[in-house]
């Protein structure tokens, strides 16, 4: 039986293949791409990126 995906068409789990870190200088979070290891995106709000493992 087919059973629908979550309210407004998010995602459960976590997002593959990216994991983010703790910047010690800054205090923000960085996003990695894990296959290549390049720099994909910094949290300026501060707090956590949303649905990426955090290392």
């Known amino acids: ?3 629908n995906g ?3 068409g998010g995602r ?3 997002v593959k293949g990216r994991v983010q870190y703790k910047n010690p200088k800054t205090g923000l979070s960085v996003k990695v791409n894990r296959a290549t ?4 995106d910094v949290k300026t ?3 956590k990126f949303k649905g ?3 290392k």
């Not at 290891?37 to 994909?40: A, S």
């Open 52 to 54: 990426v493992t955090q």
């Open 45 to 47: 709000s501060g707090g």
């Open 1 to 3: 039986m087919a059973k």
């Open 6 to 8: 979550p309210k407004g």
């Open 37 to 40: 290891g390049k720099f994909m």
């Open 12 to 14: 459960k789990g976590a």
